[in-house]
Protein backbone atom coordinates (compact mmCIF):
# COMPACT_ATOMS: atom_id res chain seq x y z
CA UNK A 1 0.00 0.00 0.00
CA UNK A 2 1.55 3.81 -0.75
CA UNK A 3 1.50 5.84 1.85
CA UNK A 4 0.15 9.16 1.55
CA UNK A 5 -0.10 12.28 4.02
CA UNK A 6 -4.15 13.32 2.76
CA UNK A 7 -6.36 14.93 5.39
CA UNK A 8 -8.99 12.42 6.50
CA UNK A 9 -11.79 15.53 6.10
CA UNK A 10 -11.81 18.18 3.67
CA UNK A 11 -14.59 21.40 3.84
CA UNK A 12 -15.34 22.78 0.82
CA UNK A 13 -16.00 26.35 0.88
CA UNK A 14 -18.86 26.67 -2.22
CA UNK A 15 -18.27 30.19 -3.56
CA UNK A 16 -20.73 29.68 -6.42
CA UNK A 17 -23.14 31.91 -5.60
CA UNK A 18 -20.24 34.89 -5.46
CA UNK A 19 -17.44 34.49 -7.21
CA UNK A 20 -19.51 32.51 -9.83
CA UNK A 21 -22.21 35.05 -10.93
CA UNK A 22 -20.16 37.97 -10.24
CA UNK A 23 -18.65 37.75 -13.82
CA UNK A 24 -21.37 37.01 -15.42
CA UNK A 25 -23.06 39.71 -18.05
CA UNK A 26 -26.42 37.82 -17.72
CA UNK A 27 -28.63 38.10 -14.53
CA UNK A 28 -29.76 35.36 -12.91
CA UNK A 29 -32.98 35.93 -11.31
CA UNK A 30 -33.21 36.21 -7.40
CA UNK A 31 -35.74 33.76 -6.86
CA UNK A 32 -33.83 31.52 -9.51
CA UNK A 33 -30.78 32.33 -6.81
CA UNK A 34 -32.47 31.18 -3.83
CA UNK A 35 -34.02 28.39 -5.32
CA UNK A 36 -30.27 27.34 -6.25
CA UNK A 37 -28.40 28.15 -2.69
CA UNK A 38 -31.26 25.74 -1.26
CA UNK A 39 -30.42 23.33 -3.54
CA UNK A 40 -26.49 23.97 -2.43
CA UNK A 41 -27.68 23.90 1.20
CA UNK A 42 -29.41 20.52 0.87
CA UNK A 43 -26.46 18.85 -0.48
CA UNK A 44 -24.62 19.27 2.08
CA UNK A 45 -22.02 21.46 1.99
CA UNK A 46 -21.27 23.35 4.97
CA UNK A 47 -20.67 26.20 3.45
CA UNK A 48 -21.49 28.68 1.17
CA UNK A 49 -20.62 32.24 0.42
CA UNK A 50 -24.17 33.19 -1.25
CA UNK A 51 -23.12 37.11 -2.54
CA UNK A 52 -21.18 40.27 -2.11
CA UNK A 53 -22.45 43.55 -0.50
CA UNK A 54 -20.04 45.52 -2.78
CA UNK A 55 -20.96 48.51 -4.57
CA UNK A 56 -23.98 47.26 -7.31
CA UNK A 57 -22.53 49.58 -10.11
CA UNK A 58 -19.49 47.96 -10.25
CA UNK A 59 -20.93 44.21 -9.85
CA UNK A 60 -24.68 44.12 -11.33
CA UNK A 61 -24.55 40.11 -11.09
CA UNK A 62 -25.29 40.49 -7.56
CA UNK A 63 -27.27 43.97 -7.12
CA UNK A 64 -30.12 41.60 -5.15
CA UNK A 65 -27.06 41.01 -2.52
CA UNK A 66 -30.07 41.48 0.72
CA UNK A 67 -33.21 39.96 -1.28
CA UNK A 68 -30.78 36.79 -1.44
CA UNK A 69 -29.07 36.64 1.86
CA UNK A 70 -33.19 37.14 3.54
CA UNK A 71 -34.95 34.84 1.19
CA UNK A 72 -32.59 31.75 1.60
CA UNK A 73 -33.47 28.77 4.09
CA UNK A 74 -30.78 29.05 6.11
CA UNK A 75 -29.57 25.28 7.72
CA UNK A 76 -28.14 24.97 11.18
CA UNK A 77 -25.47 23.29 9.93
CA UNK A 78 -24.24 25.62 7.11
CA UNK A 79 -22.48 28.86 7.11
CA UNK A 80 -23.41 31.76 4.96
CA UNK A 81 -20.97 34.19 3.91
CA UNK A 82 -20.79 37.33 1.86
CA UNK A 83 -18.33 39.48 0.25
CA UNK A 84 -18.19 42.84 2.55
CA UNK A 85 -15.68 45.51 0.78
CA UNK A 86 -16.01 48.02 3.20
CA UNK A 87 -17.92 49.84 6.30
CA UNK A 88 -20.95 50.49 4.12
CA UNK A 89 -21.52 46.76 2.61
CA UNK A 90 -20.77 45.00 6.32
CA UNK A 91 -23.69 47.87 7.32
CA UNK A 92 -26.00 45.70 4.51
CA UNK A 93 -24.44 42.09 5.29
CA UNK A 94 -25.30 43.13 8.85
CA UNK A 95 -28.67 43.95 8.47
CA UNK A 96 -29.58 40.58 5.99
CA UNK A 97 -28.22 38.70 8.55
CA UNK A 98 -24.91 37.05 7.05
CA UNK A 99 -23.40 34.58 9.45
CA UNK A 100 -19.41 35.23 8.23
CA UNK A 101 -17.71 38.79 5.99
CA UNK A 102 -15.54 37.94 3.60
CA UNK A 103 -12.98 40.68 3.23
CA UNK A 104 -10.62 41.07 0.17
CA UNK A 105 -7.37 42.57 -0.24
CA UNK A 106 -4.82 42.17 -3.26
CA UNK A 107 -1.04 41.47 -3.50
CA UNK A 108 -0.50 43.69 -6.02
CA UNK A 109 -1.40 47.65 -6.15
CA UNK A 110 -2.34 47.66 -9.61
CA UNK A 111 -5.03 44.95 -8.95
CA UNK A 112 -5.89 46.23 -5.63
CA UNK A 113 -6.95 49.79 -7.37
CA UNK A 114 -9.01 48.51 -10.07
CA UNK A 115 -10.84 45.88 -8.37
CA UNK A 116 -11.54 47.87 -5.02
CA UNK A 117 -10.20 51.40 -6.28
CA UNK A 118 -7.91 51.94 -3.38
CA UNK A 119 -4.16 51.47 -2.22
CA UNK A 120 -3.18 48.70 -0.38
CA UNK A 121 -2.63 50.44 2.62
CA UNK A 122 -5.74 52.20 2.19
CA UNK A 123 -7.91 49.38 1.95
CA UNK A 124 -5.86 48.10 5.19
CA UNK A 125 -6.96 50.74 7.08
CA UNK A 126 -10.73 50.21 5.82
CA UNK A 127 -10.38 46.28 6.53
CA UNK A 128 -9.39 46.69 10.08
CA UNK A 129 -12.56 48.86 10.60
CA UNK A 130 -14.79 46.64 8.97
CA UNK A 131 -13.18 43.32 10.85
CA UNK A 132 -13.11 45.16 14.07
CA UNK A 133 -16.95 46.37 13.62
CA UNK A 134 -17.77 42.48 12.17
CA UNK A 135 -16.07 40.85 15.44
CA UNK A 136 -17.95 43.01 17.45
CA UNK A 137 -21.47 42.24 16.00
CA UNK A 138 -20.36 38.34 16.93
CA UNK A 139 -19.52 37.37 13.43
CA UNK A 140 -16.48 35.30 12.34
CA UNK A 141 -14.26 36.83 9.26
CA UNK A 142 -12.88 35.10 6.69
CA UNK A 143 -9.81 37.29 4.71
CA UNK A 144 -9.22 36.87 0.96
CA UNK A 145 -5.53 37.37 -0.58
CA UNK A 146 -5.80 38.11 -4.76
CA UNK A 147 -3.63 37.53 -6.94
CA UNK A 148 -0.92 35.25 -4.79
CA UNK A 149 0.22 33.40 -7.53
CA UNK A 150 0.53 36.74 -9.77
CA UNK A 151 -1.47 39.53 -11.08
CA UNK A 152 -2.53 40.54 -14.17
CA UNK A 153 -1.16 43.48 -14.60
CA UNK A 154 2.08 43.10 -12.61
CA UNK A 155 2.71 39.59 -13.34
CA UNK A 156 5.02 37.76 -10.23
CA UNK A 157 3.97 38.55 -6.98
CA UNK A 158 6.88 38.42 -3.95
CA UNK A 159 6.25 36.11 -1.04
CA UNK A 160 7.34 38.99 1.17
CA UNK A 161 3.89 40.75 0.12
CA UNK A 162 2.07 37.86 0.91
CA UNK A 163 3.49 37.03 4.08
CA UNK A 164 3.15 40.89 5.06
CA UNK A 165 -0.69 40.94 4.11
CA UNK A 166 -1.30 37.74 5.94
CA UNK A 167 0.10 39.38 8.77
CA UNK A 168 -1.87 42.18 8.53
CA UNK A 169 -5.26 40.14 7.77
CA UNK A 170 -4.21 37.79 11.37
CA UNK A 171 -3.56 41.18 13.02
CA UNK A 172 -6.94 42.26 12.26
CA UNK A 173 -8.43 39.34 13.73
CA UNK A 174 -9.81 37.09 10.94
CA UNK A 175 -10.29 33.67 11.88
CA UNK A 176 -9.21 32.03 8.39
CA UNK A 177 -7.52 33.37 5.37
CA UNK A 178 -7.94 32.35 1.76
CA UNK A 179 -4.98 32.05 -0.72
CA UNK A 180 -6.59 33.43 -4.34
CA UNK A 181 -5.46 32.24 -7.56
CA UNK A 182 -7.27 34.80 -9.17
CA UNK A 183 -6.01 34.35 -12.62
CA UNK A 184 -5.50 30.27 -12.31
CA UNK A 185 -1.95 30.82 -13.07
CA UNK A 186 -0.45 28.36 -10.33
CA UNK A 187 1.42 25.40 -10.59
CA UNK A 188 1.65 22.49 -7.50
CA UNK A 189 5.72 23.92 -6.95
CA UNK A 190 4.64 27.25 -6.61
CA UNK A 191 1.62 26.44 -3.92
CA UNK A 192 4.69 24.12 -2.18
CA UNK A 193 6.71 27.26 -2.13
CA UNK A 194 4.04 29.65 -0.88
CA UNK A 195 3.04 26.89 1.86
CA UNK A 196 6.12 26.39 3.17
CA UNK A 197 6.09 29.74 4.10
CA UNK A 198 2.34 30.26 5.33
CA UNK A 199 2.41 27.16 7.38
CA UNK A 200 6.01 28.57 9.55
CA UNK A 201 3.86 31.06 10.23
CA UNK A 202 0.28 29.53 10.51
CA UNK A 203 -1.59 26.44 11.73
CA UNK A 204 -2.99 24.51 8.45
CA UNK A 205 -6.45 24.91 9.71
CA UNK A 206 -6.39 28.45 9.54
CA UNK A 207 -5.40 28.48 5.69
CA UNK A 208 -7.60 28.16 2.58
CA UNK A 209 -6.96 27.61 -1.22
CA UNK A 210 -8.77 29.80 -3.68
CA UNK A 211 -8.07 28.34 -6.90
CA UNK A 212 -9.43 29.21 -10.57
CA UNK A 213 -8.85 26.53 -13.09
CA UNK A 214 -7.78 29.01 -16.23
CA UNK A 215 -4.74 26.63 -17.59
CA UNK A 216 -6.48 23.74 -15.83
CA UNK A 217 -3.86 23.23 -12.53
CA UNK A 218 -6.73 23.47 -10.04
CA UNK A 219 -6.77 20.31 -9.46
CA UNK A 220 -3.42 19.66 -9.20
CA UNK A 221 -2.96 22.84 -6.65
CA UNK A 222 -5.50 21.05 -4.55
CA UNK A 223 -3.70 18.12 -3.91
CA UNK A 224 -0.65 19.52 -3.34
CA UNK A 225 -2.38 21.46 -0.77
CA UNK A 226 -3.78 18.73 0.71
CA UNK A 227 -0.22 16.98 1.35
CA UNK A 228 0.92 19.83 3.21
CA UNK A 229 -1.89 19.36 5.67
CA UNK A 230 -4.77 22.43 4.16
CA UNK A 231 -8.07 21.01 4.90
CA UNK A 232 -10.15 23.71 3.47
CA UNK A 233 -10.45 24.58 -0.32
CA UNK A 234 -12.69 26.95 -1.95
CA UNK A 235 -14.71 26.20 -4.97
CA UNK A 236 -17.95 27.14 -7.54
CA UNK A 237 -20.30 24.31 -8.46
CA UNK A 238 -20.05 23.68 -12.50
CA UNK A 239 -16.69 25.72 -12.51
CA UNK A 240 -18.48 28.67 -12.78
CA UNK A 241 -16.71 32.52 -11.94
CA UNK A 242 -14.22 34.83 -12.45
CA UNK A 243 -13.19 38.43 -11.29
CA UNK A 244 -14.91 41.17 -13.71
CA UNK A 245 -11.00 43.36 -12.66
CA UNK A 246 -8.78 40.79 -13.74
CA UNK A 247 -8.94 40.17 -17.60
CA UNK A 248 -8.06 36.39 -17.89
CA UNK A 249 -9.73 34.92 -14.88
CA UNK A 250 -12.08 32.25 -15.49
CA UNK A 251 -13.75 29.64 -13.30
CA UNK A 252 -13.25 28.19 -10.00
CA UNK A 253 -12.31 24.86 -9.51
CA UNK A 254 -15.34 23.04 -10.26
CA UNK A 255 -17.33 21.62 -6.78
CA UNK A 256 -18.54 18.83 -8.26
CA UNK A 257 -15.21 18.02 -9.59
CA UNK A 258 -13.43 18.57 -6.88
CA UNK A 259 -16.09 16.59 -4.72
CA UNK A 260 -16.02 13.56 -6.81
CA UNK A 261 -12.15 13.15 -6.68
CA UNK A 262 -12.07 13.65 -2.59
CA UNK A 263 -14.97 11.17 -2.04
CA UNK A 264 -12.91 8.53 -4.50
CA UNK A 265 -9.54 9.06 -2.82
CA UNK A 266 -11.87 8.05 0.58
CA UNK A 267 -11.65 11.83 1.78
CA UNK A 268 -14.73 12.86 3.60
CA UNK A 269 -16.72 15.69 2.59
CA UNK A 270 -20.29 14.71 3.92
CA UNK A 271 -21.60 15.90 0.76
CA UNK A 272 -24.43 14.25 -1.36
CA UNK A 273 -23.09 13.86 -5.07
CA UNK A 274 -26.65 13.32 -6.35
CA UNK A 275 -27.84 16.59 -4.55
CA UNK A 276 -24.26 18.32 -6.10
CA UNK A 277 -25.16 17.38 -9.19
CA UNK A 278 -29.04 18.53 -9.19
CA UNK A 279 -27.95 22.23 -8.00
CA UNK A 280 -25.36 21.97 -10.98
CA UNK A 281 -27.63 21.22 -13.51
CA UNK A 282 -29.89 23.70 -12.14
CA UNK A 283 -27.96 26.78 -12.47
CA UNK A 284 -26.90 25.32 -15.98
CA UNK A 285 -30.31 25.72 -17.27
CA UNK A 286 -30.93 29.01 -15.55
CA UNK A 287 -27.09 30.27 -17.44
CA UNK A 288 -28.54 28.74 -20.45
CA UNK A 289 -25.13 27.50 -21.42
CA UNK A 290 -22.82 24.70 -20.43
CA UNK A 291 -20.89 24.60 -17.50
CA UNK A 292 -17.60 24.19 -17.49
CA UNK A 293 -17.17 20.99 -14.98
CA UNK A 294 -16.21 17.59 -16.23
CA UNK A 295 -18.58 16.44 -14.20
CA UNK A 296 -20.96 18.20 -15.87
CA UNK A 297 -20.24 17.60 -19.39
CA UNK A 298 -19.42 13.75 -18.79
CA UNK A 299 -22.97 13.79 -17.54
CA UNK A 300 -24.36 15.28 -20.58
CA UNK A 301 -22.70 12.18 -22.97
CA UNK A 302 -23.79 9.47 -20.52
P1 LIG B 1 -15.77 53.45 -4.90
O1 LIG B 1 -16.49 53.92 -6.10
O2 LIG B 1 -14.36 53.88 -4.72
O3 LIG B 1 -16.60 53.75 -3.58
O4 LIG B 1 -15.82 51.87 -4.90
P2 LIG B 1 -16.83 55.08 -2.76
O5 LIG B 1 -16.60 54.75 -1.34
O6 LIG B 1 -16.08 56.24 -3.38
O7 LIG B 1 -18.40 55.33 -3.00
C1 LIG B 1 -18.94 55.59 -4.29
C2 LIG B 1 -20.41 55.22 -4.28
O8 LIG B 1 -20.54 53.82 -4.08
C3 LIG B 1 -21.22 55.88 -3.16
O9 LIG B 1 -22.54 56.09 -3.64
C4 LIG B 1 -21.26 54.82 -2.10
O10 LIG B 1 -22.37 54.94 -1.24
C5 LIG B 1 -21.39 53.58 -2.93
P3 LIG B 1 -23.03 57.53 -4.15
O11 LIG B 1 -22.81 58.44 -2.98
O12 LIG B 1 -22.17 57.87 -5.34
O13 LIG B 1 -24.48 57.29 -4.48
N1 LIG B 1 -20.86 52.38 -2.24
C6 LIG B 1 -21.57 51.27 -2.01
N2 LIG B 1 -22.83 50.92 -2.32
C7 LIG B 1 -23.26 49.70 -1.89
N3 LIG B 1 -22.48 48.84 -1.19
C8 LIG B 1 -21.21 49.16 -0.88
C9 LIG B 1 -20.73 50.43 -1.29
N4 LIG B 1 -19.54 51.05 -1.12
C10 LIG B 1 -19.63 52.24 -1.70
N5 LIG B 1 -20.47 48.29 -0.20
C11 LIG B 1 -15.85 49.74 -3.82
C12 LIG B 1 -15.20 51.09 -3.89
C13 LIG B 1 -14.96 48.88 -2.97
C14 LIG B 1 -17.22 49.88 -3.20
C15 LIG B 1 -15.98 49.19 -5.27
O14 LIG B 1 -14.72 49.24 -5.85
C16 LIG B 1 -16.48 47.77 -5.32
O15 LIG B 1 -17.63 47.51 -5.01
N6 LIG B 1 -15.61 46.80 -5.71
C17 LIG B 1 -15.97 45.38 -5.72
C18 LIG B 1 -15.31 44.68 -6.84
C19 LIG B 1 -15.57 43.21 -6.74
O16 LIG B 1 -16.56 42.76 -6.18
N7 LIG B 1 -14.64 42.40 -7.31
C20 LIG B 1 -14.73 41.00 -7.31
C21 LIG B 1 -14.54 40.36 -5.96
S1 LIG B 1 -12.87 40.04 -5.51
C22 LIG B 1 -12.51 38.53 -6.26
O17 LIG B 1 -13.25 38.07 -7.09
C23 LIG B 1 -11.31 37.77 -5.85
C24 LIG B 1 -11.63 36.55 -4.93
O18 LIG B 1 -12.54 35.67 -5.55
C25 LIG B 1 -10.34 35.79 -4.59
C26 LIG B 1 -9.49 35.45 -5.83
O19 LIG B 1 -10.00 34.81 -6.76
O20 LIG B 1 -8.31 35.84 -5.78
C27 LIG B 1 -12.24 37.03 -3.60
MG1 LIG C 1 -12.00 34.12 -7.01
Known amino acids: MVKHNFP ?14 QNESNFIQ ?24 VNPTWIPALSDAELVAKQINK ?38 KKNINKTITETETVLSEVVRESIANNKTVRGYISTVFGCPYEGNVEIEKIIRLSDSLFEMGID ?18 VLEELLKRYPADKIAMHFHNT ?8 LASLEMGITKIDSSIGGLGGCPYAPGASGNLATDDLNYMLT ?6 NI ?29 TN
Open 8 to 21: KKVHIREVGPRDGL
Open 30 to 53: TEDKIEWINLLSASGLSYIEVTSF
Open 75 to 112: FDEVTYAALVPNMKGLTRALESKIDEVSVFISASETHN
Open 176 to 193: ELSLGDTIGIANPLQVNF
Open 215 to 222: RGTAMANV
Open 264 to 269: GMGIQT
Open 272 to 300: NSDKLHAAALFIQDKMNKPLESHSLKYSS
